[in-house]
């Protein structure tokens, strides 16, 4: 009940096109959604979050959208950009829940063509 | 301000030898959250420490340990290490714990021969 099930597991676009990555989940006490984007040698960075209690929430070219009843959530790259290169991370934690931790998808490798 | 520090970046071990790794967290966060990233099991959970206190432990054998200094700094430790040990170890340091706001360090990249 704690995984995170998340597809692609790799993603080729287009310089200017939209990168769509799909994650599922199963506990519903999950309340937070955060995506993480990680280059090669270096950390997961934190790119974008949600709370369940708003459908869709949008920074710069990147928007998660939340489909609460559904238990999925996605991440859209608008004008997906070679820079965008890179793996990303959907993750889902509960901040109520005693001795909660982040569970982490199993990546999408993504690579925008020039 | 200065990120999350992982020392080493790199280390090469041999089978049965034990290892720690350092991890000094972003000024002021005060939950560490241990990560190890394989191409097989992805990020999976070690452990989570909260002012000094393990908060929270993943599903890992008892050769894994960590602690955590009054300093917020804090250390993983492995012992008796195996072949499948050789991973990307991660911290991630936070102002509350349970995740939210995780800011990850670039790693230690372990390898065991």
């Known amino acids: 009940q704690q995984q995170v099930k998340q597809s692609p597991q790799s993603l080729i676009v287009q310089k200017g096109g939209i990168s769509i990555i799909n994650c599922a989940y199963e506990n519903t006490a999950f309340d937070y959604f955060p995506w993480y984007q990680q280059f090669p040698g270096k950390g997961p960075a934190l790119l974008i979050a949600?709370?369940?209690?708003?459908s869709e929430k949008k920074e710069g070219r990147f928007t998660i959208s939340f489909n609460k009843s559904a238990k999925q959530f996605s991440l859209h790259i608008m004008d997906s950009q070679p820079g965008d290169s890179a793996t990303y991370f959907c993750a889902a934690g509960s901040r109520e829940t005693s001795g909660s931790r982040l569970t982490f998808g199993e990546g999408t490798q993504l690579t925008v063509n020039p | 301000k200065a990120g999350v520090t992982q020392t080493p970046r790199y280390l090469i071990k041999t089978r049965g030898q034990q290892v720690t790794l350092s991890c000094s967290p972003i000024s002021g966060h005060r939950s560490v959250s241990w990560y190890q990233q394989t191409p097989g099991q992805g990020l999976q959970f070690l452990f989570e420490y909260f002012s000094e206190t393990q908060r929270n432990k993943g599903n890992f054998p008892g050769r894994f340990s960590g602690r955590q200094f009054s300093n917020s700094r804090s250390e993983m430790n492995v012992s008796t290490l195996e072949l499948g040990d050789s991973a990307l170890y991660l911290c991630?340091?936070?102002?509350?714990?349970?995740?939210?706001?995780?800011?990850f360090g670039s790693g230690t990249r372990l390898t065991v021969v």
């Open positions: 949600i709370r369940p209690d708003v």
């Open positions: 991630a340091s936070s102002l509350v714990a349970g995740g939210v706001g995780y800011t």
